[in-house]
């Protein structure tokens, strides 16, 4: 069984678009993570949630919009795509906020913007 | 603030070679360390941690890391590479404190040549 999985594994579409990614994992984890890994694979967190409830939200611009409709599921969804935003995007969830948790990570969805 | 920086960007070892791979951190608190990996085309996993302890930890696949906390130090190493080792390496840093965001290196990409 797949423990953290991702909808769609590769997304194109043109600038201006909306567009959705889902995350679900299977791990009764309390806590997901939305990372974005850009073209030199550097990985930085953008989003996490606890429970629901947002812990973390970095300097993403807010046409970044994640919701949790509960604790098993973290979606990503992105308003008005731009090239810059072309990227994988990578989920992520652990079993507690912090600590010493490993975080176990989804496939990736590679997102073009054309 | 806290960053992470993986000094090797590329590596290219031939197989049987041993490797190090440098990651320094800086924060001034207590830090949980890790190294993840990725091959290419799939996920990131984790190779090991440290939490407390033996500053010495040994992960899967042979790898192994070493806490210096003088130096601010969480190298990786394997005492013999092979080819299935290339990959991209990220060591990142979770602070026992505040969001417990992680904090991922740039990365270190792995070429071991058969």
């Known amino acids: 069984d797949t423990a953290v999985s991702q909808t769609p594994k590769y997304l194109v579409t043109q600038m201006g678009n909306d567009k959705s990614i889902k995350c679900e994992q299977n791990l009764g984890h309390d806590t997901m993570y939305w990372y974005k890994q850009d073209s030199k694979k550097f990985l930085k967190i953008m989003f996490s949630y606890n429970n629901k409830e947002l812990i973390i939200n970095e300097t993403v611009p807010n046409r970044f919009s994640p919701k949790s409709p509960d604790k098993a599921h973290l979606n990503l969804h992105i308003n008005s795509l731009e090239l810059g935003d072309s990227a994988v995007y990578f989920c992520a969830s652990s079993q507690v906020r912090g600590l010493a948790d490993e975080q176990f990570f989804g496939p990736g969805t590679r997102l073009t913007v054309l | 603030a806290q960053s992470v920086s993986q000094h090797n960007h590329h590596v290219i070892l031939s197989e049987a070679a041993s490797l190090e791979l440098g990651c320094n951190y800086s924060y001034g608190g207590t830090v949980n360390l890790f190294w993840y990996v990725q091959y290419p085309g799939q996920h990131l996993q984790l190779l090991l941690k440290?939490?407390?302890?033996?500053?010495l930890v040994k992960g899967i696949k042979g790898f192994e890391a070493e806490f210096i906390k003088s130096k601010f130090s969480f190298n990786l190493r394997k005492p013999s590479v092979q080819w299935s080792d290339t990959a991209e390496y990220f060591c990142a840093v979770n602070a026992q404190s505040g969001t417990y965001k992680y904090i991922f290196g740039t990365g270190t990409r792995l070429k071991v040549l058969a």
């Open positions: 440290y939490f407390s302890g033996d500053p």
